[in-house]
Structure formats: C-alpha cells, structure tokens
C-alpha cells in the first residue's frame, strides 16, 4: 500500500461547479497536511495548509480526518483557472521521517 | 522575491555520460530536498539534508546516484553513469524545517538518449 493515495482522476467538471478529491495516508503518527497545485510543466506550489479543525480560503477548504487517515479537498464555483494537478502532501511526525507526496489528481475545467 | 534556483533547465545527454545539476536554495532555509518526476511514478523523494546533513538518501539508487551540499548556498545531484530510465524532472525544493511549506525551484529536464 502506498503511504498516501489519491486518486488520479481526471476529473473534468464544468466551470462553477464543486469538486472534491481526497487523499488517505498510511501512517498514523503524521504531523503535517498540506495541499499542493501543479500546472503543467511547472513546480509544484502550496495551495493551503490543512488544519486539524479544518480551513477555509476563499472558495477552497480543507479537512482532515485523523481517525479515517485522510484529508480532503473542496472547490467551490470552479474557475478555467483551477485546472492543475492537484497533489497531497503529508509530513513526517520526526525528522527520522519523509516528506510524501501523493500522485497527484488532476482537475479539468470546462466552459 | 526568493526563489530556489536550479541550473540547468534542460539538459539532453547520451547514456553512460555523467549528468550533474545544481541547486540554490531560498537563503535562510536549512532544509533542501530532491525528487524526481515523471508521468509514471509522479514525485518522488530522493535525498533530503537538514542543516547541510543527509538525513535521508535511500529513495536514491546509490551506485549511479549521488547528492551533496559542499556549503549553504549549493546543493548538487550525480549521475554518473546516467541511464536512459533516468529521464525526467528533478525538482529541488528548500524549506525552513521538516514539517512547513516546501518552496520548489522550475526543475531541470533531463533527457537521456
């Protein structure tokens, strides 16, 4: 199993409309959750942090939950502009730990 | 505005030359990381250093594969002898501890004939 999934997609939505992806992790003891976007043929960017009791930016938000091993991501009124990869990102609970990135889902958004 | 800086951009060589690429990290970060990324296998983590200290090497194949910091300023990755199979993106990114946001560089392309 890897140590975080997400699923690949594509998922291709029309423009406005609300998509969610999720990501589960494998090892309980992780500290930090983060979201990454990556356009094509670019670096990979933070979108948001993802907190304990969830967050909010804009027309994103973020939960995670600790005891399912996962954490989600919701757009709201999707833009043209939204289209990316969208990658899953958790964080070692030591320094003993690795950073682990998820594959990646990608996001198309139509007219 | 601070960036990670990564050289060189592209980079096509033929198999069994040796390939390096550099990396300039955000000055002040303390943490520099390496991945590699390809349609396949998507990022993956290959050396990671704290504090100019290796902490972590073992997603890297070590008898081609070598990654140094010679000083704050300076990360490098060897291949040598580079592989057809070693064509790909590779990202380095740097950051201000283990658990925060992780600011990568554009990548060097790396095509091996």
């Known amino acids: 199993r890897k140590e975080v999934e997400q699923d690949p997609g594509p998922f291709n939505v029309p423009e406005g409309a609300t998509v969610a992806f999720n990501c589960t992790y494998s090892?309980?003891?992780?500290?930090?959750f983060f979201w990454y976007r990556q356009d094509c043929r670019k670096e990979p960017k933070l979108l948001m942090s993802?907190?304990?009791s969830g967050n909010e930016d804009g027309r994103f938000t973020a939960q995670l939950n600790r005891a399912s091993q996962y954490i989600s991501l919701l757009i709201r009124d999707s833009k043209l502009s939204d289209s990316a990869t969208y990658l899953c990102?958790?964080?070692?609970?030591?320094?003993?730990?690795?950073?682990?990135f998820g594959s990646g889902t990608r996001l198309s958004i139509r007219p | 505005d601070a960036r990670v800086t990564q050289t060189p951009r592209h980079k096509v060589t033929e198999m069994g030359q040796e390939v390096t690429m550099r990396c300039q990290p955000i000055?002040?970060?303390?943490?520099v990381f390496w991945y590699r990324q390809t349609m396949m296998q998507g990022l993956e983590l290959l050396a990671y250093?704290?504090?100019?200290?290796?902490?972590?090497d073992s997603g890297m194949p070590k008898d081609r594969f070598s990654a140094e910091m010679p000083d704050a300023t300076l990360a490098t990755l060897k291949i040598q002898p580079s592989e057809p199979r070693d064509s790909a993106v590779y990202f380095c990114?740097?950051?201000?501890?283990?658990?925060?946001?992780?600011?990568f560089g554009e990548g060097s392309r790396l095509t091996v004939l």
């Open positions: 990114a740097s950051g201000l501890d283990l658990y925060g946001e992780l600011f």
């Open positions: 090892n309980s003891a992780s500290q930090s």
């Open positions: 993802v907190y304990s």
């Open positions: 990102v958790v964080s070692p609970y030591s320094s003993a730990s690795k950073i682990i």
């Open positions: 000055l002040g970060h303390n943490t």
């Open positions: 250093f704290r504090n100019r200290a290796p902490l972590d």
